[in-house]
Every structure is written in C-alpha cells, then in structure tokens.
C-alpha cells in the first residue's frame, strides 16, 4: 500500500482453502498489519533468489548435457517450479521486475511444445538477466531497464513462436 491511507484489498477464498483455514470474517487490522509487513519489508532477497537461480541453473544443465532421462513434462517442471518461486518471493522482496520478467517466462515454458536448442537458450538468458538484476540489487520495477529487460524477454519469445510456425 501506498503512504495514503487505502482500505485493504479483500480476495474471497475458494473453497478447497476455506476447509483447511476455516470461513468468516477475517480481522481487518491484522489484514492491514500484513500488508505493512509486505510494505516494509527489509529483508536481503539475494540469499533466496540466488538459491532458486541455481536450482534453474541445475535443471538447465542437467537438460543440456542429456542427464536426465525424465519426460518432457517434468523436464518443463524443472525448469517451472524455480522460475514459479522466483515470481511468487520476488514482490514479497519489492523485486517486481524478477516477477514481472518471470510471467513471461512461465507463459513461455507452459507454451512451448519441445525444450530444443532455442528454448534452452532463451531460459539460460533469463535465468543470467534474473542473475544480474539481484547482484546490482535492483528493487523495485527496474525502470527505463526494467521496461527494456521485458520487451527484450518478450521479443525473445515471440521470435520462438514464429519460427516454430514455419
């Protein structure tokens, strides 16, 4: 939340998480209290993020150097379930560009239909862009780079798509 004074954002639960946590009415102040957590977060996010960028590097080298012998559907995961973490921390941390360029990157890999060349080329290129926005500490949405990270990330993968079309 901004300095301004905002009433707190409420998502109704779907019904699988009810049963686990109960109904009713939660406390707003300690919704509120939550949010200044978020807000006010100063924890270091290099720790977590460069731990989730080698468990990327590993999946990527093992499908690179033919180590694995699982589907391509967990081969994806593999890839995923980082890029997943990645996304979900990095606003906790106010790494919005690390989430931001991370969707694009989870779109790509729920797409593709192969992980050839190409598409191992275009994760390892995010995974060392991820790589170098948390060692210079670059909170926030990365502005005038951020923007171009992004369009670069995107562009990637659009030229994926249609080359793979012909």
Do not use: W
């Not at 049963?19 to 009415?25: A, F, H, L, Y």
């Not at 598409?119 to 790589?131: D, K, P, W, Y």
């Not at 948390?134 to 171009?148: N, P, S, T």
């Amino acid at each position: 939340m901004s300095n301004k004074q905002t009433k707190p954002k409420i998502y109704q639960a779907n019904t699988g998480l009810k049963q686990k946590i109960g109904s009713g009415p939660m406390n707003p102040e300690l919704i509120k209290r939550g949010q200044q957590a978020i807000d006010e977060n100063k924890i270091d996010f290099t720790p977590l993020g460069m731990e989730l960028l080698e468990k990327l590097d590993n999946a990527l080298t093992s499908i690179e150097t033919n180590e694995t012998t699982i589907s391509l559907d967990d081969q994806k995961q593999s890839l995923t379930r980082p890029v997943m973490e990645l996304k979900a921390n990095a606003a906790f941390f106010n790494y919005a560009l690390i989430g931001n360029l991370a969707n694009i990157m989870l779109s790509f890999l729920e797409t593709i239909k192969e992980l050839d060349k190409d598409a191992i080329s275009i994760v390892r290129a995010h995974h060392g862009t991820l790589n170098s926005i948390i060692q210079k500490k670059m909170v926030g949405d990365g502005g005038e780079h951020g923007a171009v990270f992004m369009e670069e990330l995107q562009g990637a993968c659009n030229r994926y798509y249609k080359k793979r079309k012909k």
